[in-house]
Nanobody
Framework: QVQLVESGGGIVQPGGSLRLSCAAS????????MGWYRQAPGKQRELVAV???????TYGGAMQGRVTISRDNAQNTVYLQANSLEPEDTAVYLC?????????WGQGTQVTVSS
């Protein structure tokens, strides 16, 4: 069983930046893919970015160009640097991991962009 713990959310002003972290534990094997999704109230969950163990990245359309995903394989940790945040980016940001044919989700961290 893989546990994911996110951190780094909070309240930020429009135009500001945040760095989210997600640490995975409990995996007996390497984690193939780690990434971030987000879900705003009344909206579907959407991809922000994912990264595989070789560093290959895929970005969703909503935040592309404003976010950078990275990971530390030795620490089983994935990071999301988000810049130029807009009120529309307000959402719960959820960490995701895929390993041994299963997906795991974190509890999420709230990001609120407001002046």
């Amino acid at each position: 069983q893989v546990q994911l713990v996110e951190s780094g959310g909070g309240i930020v002003q429009p135009g500001g930046s945040l760095r989210l972290s997600c640490a995975a534990s409990g995996s007996r094997f390497g984690i193939a893919v780690m990434g971030w999704y987000r879900q705003a109230p009344g909206k579907q969950r959407e991809l922000v970015a994912v990264i595989n163990s070789e560093g290959r990245t895929t970005y969703g359309g909503a935040m592309q160009g404003r976010v950078t995903i990275s990971r530390d394989n030795a620490q089983n940790t994935v990071y999301l640097q988000a810049n130029s945040l807009e009120p529309e980016d307000t959402a719960v940001y959820l960490c995701n991991a895929y390993t041994i044919a299963r997906y795991y989700w974190g509890q999420g961290t709230q990001v609120t962009v407001s002046s």
